[in-house]
Protein backbone atom coordinates (compact mmCIF):
# COMPACT_ATOMS: atom_id res chain seq x y z
CA UNK A 1 0.00 0.00 0.00
CA UNK A 2 1.17 3.44 -0.74
CA UNK A 3 1.60 5.94 1.90
CA UNK A 4 -0.61 8.42 -0.25
CA UNK A 5 -2.97 7.33 -3.20
CA UNK A 6 -4.54 9.44 -5.31
CA UNK A 7 -6.80 8.39 -8.38
CA UNK A 8 -4.64 9.16 -11.04
CA UNK A 9 -7.29 10.31 -13.86
CA UNK A 10 -7.53 11.61 -15.58
CA UNK A 11 -10.86 13.41 -13.91
CA UNK A 12 -12.77 15.72 -16.91
CA UNK A 13 -15.54 18.02 -15.90
CA UNK A 14 -16.98 20.75 -17.35
CA UNK A 15 -16.17 24.28 -17.28
CA UNK A 16 -18.05 25.77 -13.64
CA UNK A 17 -18.86 22.67 -12.18
CA UNK A 18 -17.31 21.65 -9.02
CA UNK A 19 -14.06 19.45 -9.47
CA UNK A 20 -13.27 17.20 -6.43
CA UNK A 21 -9.92 15.26 -5.97
CA UNK A 22 -9.57 12.74 -3.34
CA UNK A 23 -6.81 11.43 -1.57
CA UNK A 24 -5.95 8.73 1.07
CA UNK A 25 -3.32 8.61 3.20
CA UNK A 26 -2.22 5.33 5.61
CA UNK A 27 -0.37 6.60 8.23
CA UNK A 28 -1.94 7.90 11.71
CA UNK A 29 0.60 9.92 13.02
CA UNK A 30 0.89 12.54 9.93
CA UNK A 31 0.39 16.01 10.69
CA UNK A 32 0.15 18.42 8.25
CA UNK A 33 -1.62 17.89 4.47
CA UNK A 34 -1.55 20.03 1.64
CA UNK A 35 -2.47 20.30 -1.93
CA UNK A 36 -0.03 20.95 -4.66
CA UNK A 37 -0.60 22.57 -8.06
CA UNK A 38 1.46 21.58 -11.23
CA UNK A 39 1.31 22.40 -14.73
CA UNK A 40 3.17 20.47 -16.99
CA UNK A 41 6.78 20.68 -17.24
CA UNK A 42 6.58 23.22 -14.23
CA UNK A 43 7.11 22.83 -10.66
CA UNK A 44 4.40 22.02 -7.65
CA UNK A 45 2.55 25.28 -6.40
CA UNK A 46 0.80 25.29 -3.04
CA UNK A 47 -2.38 25.77 -3.48
CA UNK A 48 -4.26 24.80 0.14
CA UNK A 49 -2.88 23.67 3.41
CA UNK A 50 -5.13 21.79 6.87
CA UNK A 51 -3.57 20.88 9.56
CA UNK A 52 -7.30 20.21 11.79
CA UNK A 53 -10.05 18.15 10.56
CA UNK A 54 -13.19 19.98 9.05
CA UNK A 55 -13.02 22.26 5.82
CA UNK A 56 -10.79 25.43 5.21
CA UNK A 57 -11.91 27.75 2.66
CA UNK A 58 -9.66 29.85 0.54
CA UNK A 59 -11.39 31.60 -2.47
CA UNK A 60 -12.47 29.19 -5.14
CA UNK A 61 -10.74 26.50 -3.22
CA UNK A 62 -12.15 24.07 -0.01
CA UNK A 63 -9.82 21.40 1.56
CA UNK A 64 -11.29 18.94 4.28
CA UNK A 65 -9.47 16.71 6.34
CA UNK A 66 -11.02 13.83 8.31
CA UNK A 67 -8.33 11.74 10.06
CA UNK A 68 -10.26 9.64 11.50
CA UNK A 69 -10.58 8.41 7.67
CA UNK A 70 -7.22 9.13 7.05
CA UNK A 71 -8.64 10.89 3.92
CA UNK A 72 -8.35 14.83 2.96
CA UNK A 73 -10.22 15.94 -0.28
CA UNK A 74 -9.56 19.20 -2.33
CA UNK A 75 -13.06 21.01 -4.10
CA UNK A 76 -12.59 23.41 -6.66
CA UNK A 77 -15.69 25.33 -7.30
CA UNK A 78 -16.38 27.12 -10.27
CA UNK A 79 -13.86 24.95 -12.34
CA UNK A 80 -11.81 27.00 -15.24
CA UNK A 81 -9.74 25.73 -17.90
CA UNK A 82 -7.04 27.36 -16.18
CA UNK A 83 -7.42 25.15 -13.33
CA UNK A 84 -6.54 21.92 -15.71
CA UNK A 85 -3.48 20.66 -14.31
CA UNK A 86 -1.78 17.76 -11.73
CA UNK A 87 -2.77 17.71 -8.31
CA UNK A 88 -0.62 16.61 -5.66
CA UNK A 89 -2.07 15.32 -2.27
CA UNK A 90 1.34 15.56 0.05
CA UNK A 91 1.29 14.57 3.58
CA UNK A 92 3.83 15.81 6.49
CA UNK A 93 4.94 13.09 8.79
CA UNK A 94 7.31 14.46 12.05
CA UNK A 95 10.05 11.82 13.22
CA UNK A 96 12.86 13.42 15.18
CA UNK A 97 15.06 14.28 12.53
CA UNK A 98 13.04 12.24 9.43
CA UNK A 99 10.38 15.35 9.25
CA UNK A 100 8.98 15.25 5.88
CA UNK A 101 6.66 15.31 3.18
CA UNK A 102 5.40 12.19 1.00
CA UNK A 103 3.84 12.79 -2.22
CA UNK A 104 1.11 11.12 -4.11
CA UNK A 105 1.58 10.42 -7.78
CA UNK A 106 -1.29 13.19 -8.33
CA UNK A 107 -4.19 13.22 -10.13
CA UNK A 108 -4.86 14.91 -13.81
CA UNK A 109 -7.69 17.54 -13.77
CA UNK A 110 -9.43 18.45 -17.35
CA UNK A 111 -11.59 21.58 -17.23
CA UNK A 112 -13.24 21.44 -20.20
CA UNK A 113 -14.50 24.66 -21.98
CA UNK B 1 11.79 38.49 -5.44
CA UNK B 2 11.92 35.71 -2.99
CA UNK B 3 12.68 32.41 -4.88
CA UNK B 4 14.28 29.20 -5.40
CA UNK B 5 16.65 28.97 -7.82
CA UNK B 6 18.10 25.85 -9.72
CA UNK B 7 20.88 25.83 -12.20
CA UNK B 8 21.42 24.07 -15.00
CA UNK B 9 17.41 23.97 -15.81
CA UNK B 10 18.29 21.01 -18.42
CA UNK B 11 21.14 19.13 -18.78
CA UNK B 12 21.65 16.13 -21.51
CA UNK B 13 25.32 14.18 -19.91
CA UNK B 14 26.92 10.83 -20.35
CA UNK B 15 27.49 8.17 -18.14
CA UNK B 16 29.89 8.52 -15.00
CA UNK B 17 30.46 11.98 -16.04
CA UNK B 18 30.34 13.75 -12.37
CA UNK B 19 27.51 16.74 -11.95
CA UNK B 20 26.32 19.13 -10.42
CA UNK B 21 23.07 20.67 -10.19
CA UNK B 22 23.33 24.10 -7.83
CA UNK B 23 19.91 24.92 -5.60
CA UNK B 24 19.70 28.37 -4.13
CA UNK B 25 17.38 30.30 -1.95
CA UNK B 26 16.85 33.86 -0.76
CA UNK B 27 14.21 32.94 2.21
CA UNK B 28 16.51 32.42 4.48
CA UNK B 29 14.95 29.25 5.03
CA UNK B 30 16.30 26.28 7.51
CA UNK B 31 15.31 23.76 5.50
CA UNK B 32 15.64 22.31 1.80
CA UNK B 33 14.99 19.24 0.23
CA UNK B 34 15.66 17.46 -3.43
CA UNK B 35 13.18 15.41 -5.04
CA UNK B 36 12.68 13.51 -8.12
CA UNK B 37 9.61 13.39 -9.81
CA UNK B 38 9.32 10.18 -12.51
CA UNK B 39 5.96 9.17 -14.15
CA UNK B 40 3.94 7.07 -11.90
CA UNK B 41 5.98 7.54 -8.76
CA UNK B 42 5.85 10.63 -8.11
CA UNK B 43 7.61 13.19 -6.21
CA UNK B 44 10.61 11.02 -4.26
CA UNK B 45 12.68 12.49 -1.42
CA UNK B 46 16.74 12.53 -2.21
CA UNK B 47 18.21 14.06 1.08
CA UNK B 48 17.61 17.03 3.14
CA UNK B 49 18.81 19.25 5.23
CA UNK B 50 16.99 20.95 8.27
CA UNK B 51 20.47 23.81 8.52
CA UNK B 52 23.89 24.38 7.62
CA UNK B 53 26.14 21.17 7.64
CA UNK B 54 23.15 18.65 8.89
CA UNK B 55 21.87 16.61 5.91
CA UNK B 56 20.11 13.15 5.75
CA UNK B 57 18.65 10.85 3.26
CA UNK B 58 15.12 10.56 1.70
CA UNK B 59 13.61 7.91 0.45
CA UNK B 60 16.37 7.19 -2.86
CA UNK B 61 19.61 8.30 -1.76
CA UNK B 62 21.79 6.09 -3.66
CA UNK B 63 23.95 7.71 -6.22
CA UNK B 64 23.31 11.08 -5.06
CA UNK B 65 25.46 13.31 -2.33
CA UNK B 66 24.90 16.80 -1.27
CA UNK B 67 26.40 19.59 1.16
CA UNK B 68 25.12 22.27 3.34
CA UNK B 69 27.82 24.81 4.07
CA UNK B 70 25.29 27.70 3.63
CA UNK B 71 22.12 28.31 4.49
CA UNK B 72 21.15 29.51 1.27
CA UNK B 73 22.98 26.97 -1.04
CA UNK B 74 22.02 22.93 -1.47
CA UNK B 75 23.89 21.33 -4.20
CA UNK B 76 23.57 18.00 -5.73
CA UNK B 77 26.28 16.30 -6.72
CA UNK B 78 25.92 12.80 -9.23
CA UNK B 79 29.39 11.36 -8.73
CA UNK B 80 29.19 8.95 -11.34
CA UNK B 81 25.35 9.16 -13.38
CA UNK B 82 23.56 6.71 -14.81
CA UNK B 83 20.71 6.35 -16.83
CA UNK B 84 18.54 4.90 -14.42
CA UNK B 85 19.03 8.96 -13.14
CA UNK B 86 17.55 10.33 -16.17
CA UNK B 87 14.96 12.48 -13.75
CA UNK B 88 13.19 15.66 -13.19
CA UNK B 89 14.90 17.45 -10.00
CA UNK B 90 13.00 19.74 -7.67
CA UNK B 91 14.61 21.49 -4.87
CA UNK B 92 12.54 23.24 -2.25
CA UNK B 93 12.76 24.83 0.64
CA UNK B 94 11.02 25.68 3.70
CA UNK B 95 11.54 28.07 6.85
CA UNK B 96 11.14 26.24 9.80
CA UNK B 97 13.43 23.04 10.55
CA UNK B 98 10.32 20.65 10.49
CA UNK B 99 10.38 20.86 6.95
CA UNK B 100 8.08 18.18 6.10
CA UNK B 101 5.12 20.25 8.40
CA UNK B 102 5.00 23.16 6.60
CA UNK B 103 4.38 24.82 3.67
CA UNK B 104 7.71 24.01 1.24
CA UNK B 105 8.59 26.23 -1.98
CA UNK B 106 9.70 24.62 -4.82
CA UNK B 107 12.27 25.61 -7.44
CA UNK B 108 11.68 25.20 -11.38
CA UNK B 109 13.22 22.09 -11.63
CA UNK B 110 16.38 20.41 -13.27
CA UNK B 111 15.56 17.88 -16.10
CA UNK B 112 18.88 15.23 -16.88
CA UNK B 113 19.32 12.98 -19.39
CA UNK B 114 21.81 10.28 -18.66
CA UNK B 115 22.96 8.72 -22.06
Known amino acids: QKEVEQNSGPLSVPEGAIASLNCTYS??????FFWYRQYSGKSPELIMS????GDKEDGRFTAQLNKASQYVSLLIRDSQPSDSATYLCAVGRAGGATNKLIFGTGTLLAVQP | EAQVTQNPRYLITVTGKKLTVTCSQNMNHEYMSWYRQDPGLGLRQIYY???????DKGDVPEGYKVSRKEKRNFPLILESPSPNQTSLYFC??????????????FGPGTRLLVL
Open chain 1, 27 to 32: DRVSQS
Open chain 1, 50 to 53: IYSN
Open chain 2, 92 to 105: ASSLSPAGGLKTQY
Open chain 2, 49 to 55: SMNVEVT
